[in-house]
């Protein structure tokens, strides 16, 4: 399915504020997800995740059984857009921790970075147990049906996750965003707040949720989340670039008037 004029021009902020800067080492109020099992890059830089999948790749060497040296190290390659490697050690986790729902789950997302989304559906698909349904696996099937440009099924998804796990708020976080992807902010903002109440909220969501407040211009609060997760000059240098963004190409209002 084509991407609508909408959600092209929303991605290609999103895209912007990703990248914008790099030259000067600028943060952006976007996300790159989890690194590992045990801890989160919310604030790592590109060098970080090099290091990180240089450290994890010595560890997959020494034991490429081990599951945490699987998902450590594909989740970092992944992050760091070796999508192909990635792919390729997860194919060998799954051989090695048969039935093991997380792998699944990391080996569809690794799939839907590549750009095989329909193999990642079936890898994903093809693990969830209907007696024995697993919210993680729910959850990344959300994440890729949004990547398709199916924002029905995606959130159907995300709520049999929540029926699941009705506390996680990852999955609210990704329901956001999939609101977000269609220019439904105000139901992206009232989602995420109701992901930073919960008691697994991360950095991650706490800046996306400035990433919406700013797209609608309401800078203050956004600002003053912001602060909350960088130092005061890195949040002001986040708002001010959302602004300028904002300003000269006027994206998010011309997303907003189409589709």
Do not use: H
């Not at 970092?76 to 792919?87: E, N």
């Not at 799939?111 to 729910?138: C, E, S």
């Not at 992807?181 to 909220?201: F, I, M, S, W, Y």
């Amino acid at each position: 399915m084509l991407l609508s004029v909408r959600r092209s021009a929303l991605l290609a902020l999103l895209l912007a504020l990703a990248t914008a800067g790099c030259a000067n080492n600028r943060p952006v109020l976007t996300t790159r997800g989890d690194v590992s099992v045990t801890g989160s890059v919310d604030r790592m830089t590109d060098a970080q995740l090099a290091g990180a999948a240089t450290a994890w790749g010595q560890r997959y060497d020494a034991d490429p059984k081990n599951r945490t040296n699987i998902l450590n190290y594909a989740a970092a390659l992944r992050l760091g857009g070796r999508t192909d490697q990635a792919v390729a050690v997860l194919e060998k986790g799954m051989v090695a921790s048969q039935n093991d729902p997380e792998m699944s789950a990391a080996y569809g997302k690794a799939l839907a970075a590549n750009g095989n989304f329909d193999q990642a559906l079936r890898v994903i698909r093809q693990t969830q147990r209907p007696d024995r349904p697993d919210w993680k696996l729910y959850s990344a099937e959300g994440a890729i049906l949004d990547q398709q440009g199916n924002p029905a099924e995606a959130r159907a998804a995300y709520q049999k996750a929540l029926q699941i796990a009705p506390s996680e708020a990852s999955v609210y976080n990704n329901l956001a965003l999939s609101y977000l992807l269609t220019g439904d902010v105000a139901n992206a903002e009232k989602t995420l707040r109701q992901a930073v109440a919960l008691p697994g909220t991360t950095s991650r969501i706490r800046q996306n949720l400035a990433l919406v407040l700013g797209l609608q211009g309401k800078f203050k609060e956004a600002d003053a989340i912001a602060r909350q997760e960088l130092d005061p000059a890195q949040a002001e240098t986040n708002v001010a670039y959302l602004k300028s963004m904002l300003s000269q190409t006027n994206t998010w209002k011309e997303a907003r008037k189409q589709g």
